[in-house]
């Protein structure tokens, strides 16, 4: 049996148990604590908190809405389209310069050349009168430029990749279309297989263009025959077709014609497109 000793025993033993809890929530005694405790508790704090700002996080990421994605306006293409509609990768499609209204492709700093982008000019040869593009030692290749020729043994083309050129082995990309070893020009494709050709300036012509964005016949700068006299445009050499340069004929198999147009001559460029030539 218990008596009352024992009962005031026991009841001493709980108020000493419960002392020292009380003892470690009292305030004064806290500001006593040593530093290595007062770390604890505040790496403690710190966890709370940030598995707070996660959690919000989180919630704000769920609770707000993806923007739609948009595909490609190109029937079977699945890119992701750009303001005009297109995806920039396959069909270069483009963003809209960010001046109100405008519709332009962006250049520089999110606006088009119209409304404030710098354009892009080059610097021409300091040799007076000429207007080349500047190679090396501020001239032009025609002025004395000096240029990094193939390393194959006495060749003097210019290099293009892999210090070849293209006759000796450099490896550039040929057109897509089916057997053809034409060099890319535009969207994978040679001029003769569909490559997208610049079109003169002048209003109402569709003849390509050769420099200054017209063609030869609305006043394009083109290089002349290198022999006295002549004023017929240079092929290769330096000299025209009459003085010896060796011209493209017809790819059709026999033909000897010159090339008019898509690497055939006039009168099977119209055939394979299924015009009848006049008798």
Known sequence: MKTEDDSTDEGECDSERK???????????????????????????????CSKRKREVKESNESAQKPAYIECSV??????????????AKHKGYNHCKHEGCT???A???????????????KTCS??????????????????AEVKTCIHEGCTNGRVKGGLCIRHGAVVKTCSHKGCTNQ???????????????KCSHEGC???????????????????????????????????????AKKKTCSHNG?????????????????????????
């Open 104 to 106: 332009n492709k962006r």
């Open 19 to 49: 002392e020292p809890e009380r003892r470690r929530k009292s305030p004064r005694l806290l500001a006593n604590s040593t530093q290595e405790d007062i770390n604890i508790q505040c790496t403690k704090k710190k966890r709370r908190r």
């Open 206 to 244: 569709t003849n390509q263009v050769v420099s200054s964005g017209v063609c030869v016949k609305h006043g394009a700068k083109v290089k002349t025959c290198s022999h006295e006299g002549c004023t017929n445009q240079a092929q290769k050499g330096g000299i025209c077709v009459k003085h010896g």
């Open 184 to 198: 890319v020009k535009s969207r994978g494709f040679c001029v003769r297989h569909g490559a997208v050709k610049r």
């Open 255 to 279: 033909c000897t014609k010159h090339i008019q147009k898509g690497g055939l001559c006039k009168g099977h460029y119209k055939l394979s497109n299924g015009e009848s030539l006049a008798v």
């Open 75 to 88: 029937e079977g293409c699945s890119g992701k389209a750009a303001d005009s509609g297109m995806c920039g």
């Open 108 to 122: 520089q700093g999110g606006l088009c050349t119209r409304h404030g982008a710098k354009r892009y000019t080059k």
């Open 127 to 144: 040799h007076e009168g000429c207007t080349n593009q500047v190679q090396k030692g501020g001239v032009c290749m025609r002025r004395g």
